[in-house]
């Protein structure tokens, strides 16, 4: 799975957009871009995820360059609730027995 | 039902003893992952199970770790012989096939301290 990068940590301030970025330049034509979060002391939670179109859901956007070697997550309208660890991950179910790499991830700090 | 349940949410044992982590995955999920957590770090993966096909083990540490799932739902993690460094949370995670379409669900983890 390719590796991906991320700042690793950010603010946003409460009721504004909070846009995280990851790199993932070596991704592969069939690797999906996953986002996950973790929230303290709590297992990880599946956010969003694309192989080449902008997705959206209830949650969030996914933003991805059209050569796919980048992406970002939106959180259209931040709430402290969303202070948490987000992790990108690049994810081909079938390599690697379909098991999740995780990075450091960045940590969003949503502040009132 | 309705999320991966673990059990215990904590456990505190000593050093050299046994323990036992259990998952129960959401029904109808035939893949199983354990992952664990030190401190301050990222998940790292130590076991998968997929409907009858013998595990992926490739991530346990060390032979004091072992795993089973019994009926292809319920698994349990056991680690002998308990280390210091064996502290950590541990998280269970299920989804309906290993697919790349797939989302993983993660149950609480259980919190192992080694004292």
């Known amino acids: 799975d390719a590796k991906t990068t991320q700042p690793p940590s950010m603010d946003c301030a409460e009721g504004r957009a909070a846009n995280l970025p990851c790199n993932h330049s070596?991704?592969?034509?069939?690797?999906?871009v996953y986002w996950y979060r973790q929230i303290h002391s709590q297992g990880p939670q599946y956010i969003i995820h694309?192989?080449?179109n902008n997705e959206t859901n209830e949650m969030a956007s996914l933003i991805i360059t059209e050569d796919r070697k980048s992406s970002t997550l939106i959180l259209p309208h931040a709430t402290l609730r969303d202070t948490a660890v987000y992790y990108c991950i690049a994810f081909h179910g079938s390599s690697n027995t379909g098991k999740l790499i995780f990075g450091q991830g960045t940590t969003l700090q949503v502040k009132p | 039902g309705a999320g991966v349940s673990q059990s215990p949410s904590n456990k505190v044992t000593e050093k050299g003893k046994d323990v036992e982590l259990r998952c129960d995955p959401i029904s109808g999920h035939t893949a199983l992952y354990w992952y664990r957590q030190s401190l301050g770090q990222g998940l790292e993966f130590l076991i998968y199970?997929?409907?009858?096909?013998?595990?992926?083990k490739s991530g346990l540490p060390s032979d004091r770790f072992s795993a089973e799932r019994t009926g292809g739902s319920v698994s349990t993690l056991t680690i002998q012989r308990t280390q210091q460094e064996d502290s950590a949370v541990y998280l269970c995670a299920s989804t309906w096939t290993s697919g790349s379409d797939n989302e993983q669900f993660f149950g609480p983890g259980t919190r192992l301290t080694v004292l």
């Open positions: 070596t991704i592969s034509g069939n690797e999906y």
């Open positions: 694309g192989l080449k």
């Open positions: 199970f997929q409907g009858n096909s013998a595990p992926d």
